[in-house]
């Protein structure tokens, strides 16, 4: 029995030539195709795929957006969902690992990676483009290391962080939490030594690197 797949690119190119590729040898079969977020959230319930093949770059929503809805609502349990993207930055990996993706492989992968790929994640494994993994285990390690630092972070510390994060100076900061301009100063001085940051910019890097501005 051929393993049916969904194909979601906003190039019609590439999802045909997708779909002669894995069509090839007859143990993959195309059942739909979509070129946008919601068009393919439609047609998953319409065709009901085993494997969806995701791309992130798509109008109306994004991949990442189509695949937090997926987890997010009922598209049936056993369906799996494999990004195939331009995207080798570690964020967009996170990302998809954290919300829960199957399986992540680059365009630029050749047939038989894209169908080992497809073949692991049917029989429940996850499959990482190897040459990723280095990356991702180290932001992950870091992820580790932020998470301690941000559990040194007082109640108090979040909330400035926050408005750092935001572009605020000081006094803005004071008139918002209410308190005066130099506890501003001592509560960023001590936010700073404890993420080990030397200035405004790495501080808001590193809120919203971690997502602490969601964080109220």
């Known amino acids: 029995m051929s393993i049916r797949v ?5 190039h019609s190119m590439i ?23 919601e068009e393919c959230l439609d047609k998953l319930r319409q065709f009901v795929p ?12 994004n991949g990442i957006e189509v695949l937090q809805e997926i987890r997010e609502k009922s598209y049936g349990s056993d369906l799996k969902v494999l990004i195939l993207t331009v995207h080798n930055e570690v964020e967009y990996l996170l990302k998809a690992v954290d919300i829960g993706v199957d399986g992540y492989i680059l365009k630029d992968s050749g047939s038989a990676e894209l169908k080992k790929a497809i073949n692991s994640i049917m029989e429940g494994e ?5 040459s990723l993994i280095p990356a991702l285990n180290s932001r992950l390690i870091s992820r580790d290391t932020d998470k301690e630092k941000i559990d040194s972070l007082t109640k108090r510390e979040l909330e400035v962080l926050i408005q750092v994060a935001n572009g605020m100076f000081n006094k803005e900061i004071a008139t918002t939490l209410d308190i005066s301009e130099r506890t501003v100063k001592n509560h960023i001085s001590n936010i700073f030594k404890k993420i080990e940051v030397s200035d405004r910019t790495q501080a808001a890097v590193f809120a919203i690197r971690n997502d602490i501005i969601r964080l109220f």
């Open 6 to 10: 969904m194909l979601a690119d906003d």
């Open 50 to 61: 085993d494997v969806l093949l995701l791309d992130i770059n798509m109008p109306k929503k």
């Open 126 to 130: 996850n499959y990482i483009q190897p």
């Open 15 to 37: 999802r045909e030539g997708l779909k002669q590729l894995l069509e090839f040898d007859g143990s993959i079969e195309v059942v739909a195709q979509a070129g946008d977020g």
